[in-house]
């Protein structure tokens, strides 16, 4: 049950778009239809971004897109807005569906 | 519209136990699986625990297997956590939260649990 790799920091100007990346094993991300994205501002409880790969809760701006290529899942964020700036992490239900794995976290600066 | 409002955090010292309980509403909590996810100070989010909607199924992450116990009340909506057995690295915000497949839609507030002597 270790922990999925995200990089620690992300950082772009208003307007730009970022990716975060998430990077599992064949016995998480890889083989899993239920990877989803969190975003969590300090001081609050995470809110759900991007479920089942790619989809987006209702509320959620289309500007937030998630996909997956093999073991890694990707977070990409376009036209970038200052409260963009928050944490992101991502979650991958593992294939024996028995656990849930977050990755370590990924704090985006909005410049 | 959906409410988790999480209770029963507090100080306690190591060894000592704590229960959390998880109200919910606006929601048919029977149907749902459930889940508390933790997230110690300053640090990311863990998973802890699930368990299935009718409560007859339980994971645990291995850290807490043999002193965390989930359990749930679909006659209140709500949901339980009994910790016994607590360590330092224990200590965090613990979250409730509605889950679909491991995923979580909707979050409580949190409620933090400090294990220190």
């Known amino acids: 049950q270790s922990a999925l790799t995200q990089p620690r920091s992300v950082s772009g100007s208003p307007g730009q778009s970022v990716t975060i990346s998430c990077t599992g094993t064949s016995s998480d991300v890889g083989d899993s239809k239920y990877v989803s994205w969190y975003q969590q501002h300090p001081g609050k409880a995470p809110k759900l971004m991007i479920y089942d790969v790619s989809k987006r809760p209702s509320g959620v701006p289309d500007r937030f897109s998630g996909s997956k290529s093999g073991n890694t899942a990707s977070l990409t964020i376009s036209g970038l807005q200052a409260e963009d700036e928050a944490d992101y992490y991502c979650c991958s239900y593992a294939v024996s569906y028995t656990y849930v794995v977050f990755g370590g976290g990924t704090k985006l600066t909005v410049l | 519209e959906v409410q988790l409002l999480e209770s029963g955090g507090g100080w306690v010292q190591p060894g000592g136990s704590l229960r959390l309980s998880c109200a919910a509403s606006?929601?048919?909590?029977?149907?749902?699986?459930m889940t508390w996810v933790r997230q110690p100070p300053g640090k990311g989010l863990e998973w802890v625990l699930d368990?299935?909607?009718?409560?007859?199924?339980?994971y645990y992450t291995d850290s807490v297997k043999g002193r965390f116990t989930i359990s749930r009340d679909n006659s209140k909506d709500t949901l339980l956590l009994q910790m016994n057995s607590l360590r330092a690295e224990d200590t965090a915000v613990y979250y409730c939260?509605?889950?679909?497949?491991?995923?979580?839609?909707?979050w409580g507030q949190g409620t933090l649990v400090t294990v220190s002597s």
């Open positions: 606006g929601f048919t909590f029977s149907r749902y699986a």
């Open positions: 368990i299935s909607p009718s409560g007859d199924t339980t």
């Open positions: 939260a509605k889950a679909t497949w491991g995923q979580f839609e909707n």
